[in-house]
């Protein structure tokens, strides 16, 4: 029987995969970042390879992909650096939107639910607008009790993904928003994005990381909720 796996392109932390490993499923997670080659550990394999380059293997069945493609150059947030941006590389807007369109076509290649994931973003008027919107908080009420604190940077993310930060999701291959599960975002929190300036890649990894409790949710929603239908 050919295993079931899903893909998780642009994914460092792995955080996104992790409720699909814990089940069983094979879990490619696609990012330069990564050691060259594959490196796996449990359900979880690592690869370190240009997505342009790389094809997703044939000897498994894919039921699903997540992907995350680096905002840096498509957020609004840092549009007051799109012209000095360009005048260094007229062809940077070009090179980051093709990243998304190669994550877009490989979700339709391989016929699966599939989401791409950005914050608000020049996507909308290069591409399309988005077919979904949300905040971490509002799926914080997933993380299950015991593992509110986040596993890599506690200090940064909020217990619980208690944080609003819009996120857009454009999707295909019937991809389902799950139902939410809010969590209260208290008024003084601290976001620990202070502790993020600059541009390294701790702080780009940081921003572009999936929200735990949305991880869980989609995969409750693509696995729990359709084998309970």
């Not at 877009?104 to 989401?115: K, T």
């Not at 015991?146 to 991809?175: M, N, S, V």
Request: glycine share 8%; proline share 9%.
């Amino acid at each position: 029987m050919t295993q079931k796996a899903i893909l998780s392109l642009f994914d460092y932390t792995t955080e996104t995969v992790k409720p699909w490993a814990e089940a069983g499923y094979l879990c490619y997670c696609v990012d330069v970042q990564h050691p060259a080659g594959e490196t796996r550990e449990g359900n979880i394999i690592r690869v370190g390879a240009d997505i342009h380059k790389w094809e997703p293997p044939t000897n498994v069945q894919f039921v699903f992909m997540a992907s995350f493609p680096p905002c840096t150059d498509l957020a609004v947030s840092g549009a007051k650096h799109f012209a000095s941006k360009l005048k260094a590389n007229p062809e940077y807007r070009r090179e980051a939107m093709a990243l998304v369109y190669r994550a877009r076509d490989i979700g339709e290649a391989l016929g699966v639910p599939y989401y791409i994931e950005n914050p608000v973003s020049v996507i909308s008027s290069e591409w399309r607008k988005p077919d979904h919107t949300f905040n971490p908080s509002d799926y914080g009420g997933y993380i299950p009790a015991g593992e509110e604190q986040h596993p890599i940077w506690p200090d940064i993310i909020p217990p619980r993904d208690a944080y609003t930060k819009r996120t857009c999701l454009w999707t295909g291959g019937g991809f389902v928003m799950p139902q939410r599960a809010p969590v209260p975002v208290p008024e003084a929190v601290f976001h620990g994005w202070a502790k993020l300036g600059g541009k390294s890649l701790r702080t780009k990894n940081i921003r572009s990381a999936t929200p735990r409790g949305f991880a869980v949710a989609v995969f409750v929603e693509h696995v729990v909720v359709q084998l309970a239908a």
